[in-house]
């Protein structure tokens, strides 16, 4: 269904073309003509499938740029988003001439309490703030038209519960009131009986969750084996964009500076860090100053970061819906994607859980050996340097040029030529990465979670430690170390290890 199917203002779809949309994605186009008929929605949609203009548009199209008062309230559960969320409406209410404002916490509230003097016809905020800003008196709802819910799970999860019941509660009753979310458990559905008129629930199917474009894998790797393989991976494969998602802040901490150590260009994002902080390094990665990004679920949640060819799961997500949330952000706008989850031999049972819900088998992947890593590297520098020197201005170095070849042996320059290109002064340099314990067997606590481990285990690996390539990789190429006998009976003999590696030319 395309956007001028609907009966849309002239200027919102000239927005709308103007921002590249044409075709409507699967909840767009069950969401917003219930929407434009003021009607209640309740709709399950993830990160990436277009549920801000979902929301956004419907907004736009009922607000007046002579009404000065909030119209639309839409509350969203962190600063990233909310921001993001004000832009992509902002955009598309141009031609309207639209007002739309953000309020969020760590930003001057001082700022935010002038601006809001002249009212926005359309407010985004998180549940803190926007509470803040009612006990003060700043803002004035009484003449609100409609509320939207974003990612309402995540909100509940964050503990904002009794900050939106109290928002709710104070808004007028005769409004339209829009609610999105990754899933619909029955706290949402609890919400939406509570506090929504008659809502007409849409959700968006499991296939349409999953994107046909990224190519999953799996690693079968022990804890203190993890970060070797993934680096081997990356060197390997060489991701333009690539999000690696760590399950603690301190996870998030240890990888970002691993990394650094082996000579990659990453920084990491997590609820800890300053606003000014996140902003930044979100702004280093969309503008491609920095090659990797690290970060847990919460701090990217929301986050629409565009160009991402590689996530890397360092650590499986006990949800399989945040699994679908970490690996959208790639195989986006028709471009390929690759996602590589981690995953302890003790937690097959979450990764085939995750295989349920997207109707996906993520297939095997054997990371490479140290040896056959570092020839991609030399073959890579090689073929940079050879395309190079078709174009480098030697006139520009020849005096200095001249006295080398003179004063070192060639084969020496050649060689600190390849190691500057190939970075293998890092390649090798221990890392130490806390170890943690693996998500607790479904079999034995019926999944209830694996908050009752200590993920601050002091334990730690170094991976300057010597490994055994051959002894180790066919312990690892078995799918466990000890069977029972009927357990056997239910295990293939033989397992494919074959692996599919993308290089760049």
């Known amino acids: 269904m395309k956007f001028n199917e609907l009966d849309l ?22 969401a917003m003509p219930v929407a434009l008929a003021n009607k209640d929605v309740m709709g399950q949609a993830q990160t990436g499938t277009g549920k801000t203009a979902a929301f956004g548009i419907p907004a736009i199209q009922q607000a007046n740029h002579n009404d000065h008062f909030v119209s639309t309230l839409i509350m969203s559960p962190t600063r990233e988003l909310a921001i993001q969320t004000r832009d992509e409406i902002a955009k598309l209410g141009h031609d309207k001439k639209i007002r739309v404002m953000v309020v969020y916490g760590g930003s001057d509230i001082g700022r935010q309490i002038r601006d ?7 407010l985004v905020g998180t549940p803190g703030r926007l509470q803040d800003h009612m006990n003060r008196k700043t803002v004035d709802f009484s003449h609100l038209k409609t509320l939207v ?55 968006v199917k499991s296939k349409e969750l999953t994107a046909d474009l990224i190519d999953q894998y799996y690693v079968k790797a022990r804890d203190n084996e ?34 650094k ?71 986006r706008a028709g471009r390929a994607g690759m996602s590589i989850t981690f995953v302890n031999p003790r937690e097959m049972d979450y990764l085939r859980g995750i295989e349920k819900l997207t109707k996906v088998k993520m297939m095997p992947l054997m990371p490479p050996t140290a040896e056959k890593v570092q020839k991609e590297l030399l073959d890579h520098a090689v073929s940079v340097i050879e395309d190079k020197s078709s174009s480098i201005h030697v006139n520009n170095y020849q005096k ?63 991976s300057k430690k010597p490994y055994h390539h051959d002894r180790d990789q066919k312990k690892y190429g078995q ?15 033989k397992v494919n290890r074959n692996f599919v590696i993308r290089t760049k030319a």
């Not at 203002?9 to 069950?30: C, F, K, R």
């Not at 701090?299 to 945040?322: C, E, F, K, M």
């Not at 943690?436 to 481990?453: T, V």
């Open 400 to 462: 200095y040029a001249e006295k080398l070849v003179e004063e070192v042996d060639p084969m020496i320059l050649a060689s600190l030529l390849l190691q500057s290109y190939t970075k293998s002064s890092s390649k090798n340099r221990p890392v130490s990465i806390s170890v943690e314990r693996p998500l607790p067997s479904k079999k034995k606590s019926s999944g209830k979670g694996y908050q009752k481990y200590n993920h601050g285990s002091s334990r730690r690996y170094n």
């Open 149 to 203: 819910l974003d990612e309402a799970d995540e909100m509940l999860d964050m503990g904002f519960l009794e900050d939106i019941s109290k928002i709710i509660r104070s808004l007028p009753k005769e409004r339209q009131t829009l609610l999105f979310s990754a899933t619909l458990p029955q706290d949402i559905v609890q919400i939406g009986t509570a506090f929504m008129n008659n809502p007409v629930t849409v959700k």
């Open 226 to 259: 993890k970060f070797d393989f993934m680096t081997r991976l990356m060197d390997v494969q060489r991701p333009e964009l690539a999000l690696v998602f760590g399950r603690t802040k301190r996870r998030v901490d240890e990888l970002t500076r691993g990394l």
């Open 261 to 331: 150590i082996r000579g990659f260009k990453a920084e990491g994002i997590h609820g800890d860090l300053t606003q000014q902080k996140r902003m930044n390094v979100l702004r280093m990665f969309k503008n491609s100053e920095i090659q990797i990004l690290v970060a847990t679920d919460v701090a990217a949640r929301g986050l629409d970061i565009r160009g991402v060819t590689h996530v890397y799961n360092y650590d499986i997500p006990q949800d399989p819906d945040s699994y679908v949330h970490r690996i959208g952000r790639t195989g």
């Open 9 to 30: 203002q002239p200027e919102l779809l000239t927005a709308i073309n103007d921002a590249g949309y044409v075709e409507m994605t699967p909840i767009q186009e069950q």
């Open 479 to 493: 799918r466990d170390h000890k069977r029972s006998s009927s357990n056997q009976a239910k295990t293939p003999k």
């Open 116 to 122: 809001l003097k002249n009212p926005p016809q359309i």
